[in-house]
C-alpha cells in the first residue's frame, strides 16, 4: 500500500510563495493521479489541484489557477504544489492524495493521503 509523506508547509506573508512536497513509497509505486486537497479552519476539505502520473494533465480548482503549479518528479516519485501570491484565505492543512481514477475533484475517489502539512498565510 502506497504512503505519502508532505513536507514544505509554515508561515508566510501574504504575497509570499511556499513548495509543498509530498514523496510516495515505495518507489516504485506509480500512483495513476496525484492530488493536492486542503481544509481550512471551519471548512470542508476541498480540492486544490491534480496531476496525472505522467505530470502530462493537470488541473486546478478556479481559487488557485494561475497562482499554484502542480508537477511531478517521476524519478524521485515526488508530487510538488509550488503555491505563489498567496493569501489568507490560502490557509489550510495541505494533504496530497493518491488516486486510480474516477471524479477526482472528489475525495472519496482517492485511496491513499498524506498526514498533512500546515499553510498558514499572514495579512
Known amino acids: 500500500q502506497v504512503q505519502l509523506v508532505e513536507s514544505g508547509g509554515g508561515l508566510v506573508q501574504a504575497g509570499g510563495s511556499l513548495r509543498l512536497s509530498c514523496a510516495a513509497s515505495?518507489?516504485?509505486?506509480?500512483?495513476?493521479?496525484m492530488s493536492w486537497f486542503r481544509k481550512g479552519p471551519g471548512k470542508e476539505r476541498e480540492f486544490v489541484a491534480v496531476?496525472?502520473?505522467?505530470?502530462?494533465?493537470?488541473s486546478y480548482s478556479a481559487s488557485v489557477k494561475g497562482r499554484f503549479t502542480i508537477s511531478i518528479d517521476n524519478a524521485e516519485n515526488t508530487v510538488y504544489l509550488q503555491m505563489n501570491s498567496l493569501k489568507p484565505e490560502d490557509t489550510a492543512v495541505y494533504y496530497c492524495?493518491?488516486?486510480?481514477?474516477?471524479?477526482?475533484?472528489?475525495?472519496?475517489?482517492?485511496?491513499?493521503w498524506g498526514q498533512g502539512t500546515q499553510v498558514t498565510v499572514s495579512s
Open positions: 496531476s496525472s502520473g505522467s505530470g502530462g494533465n493537470l
Open positions: 515505495p518507489r516504485t509505486s506509480r500512483p495513476d493521479f
Open positions: 492524495a493518491a488516486g486510480a481514477g474516477g471524479l477526482l475533484t472528489r475525495a472519496e475517489d482517492y485511496y491513499a
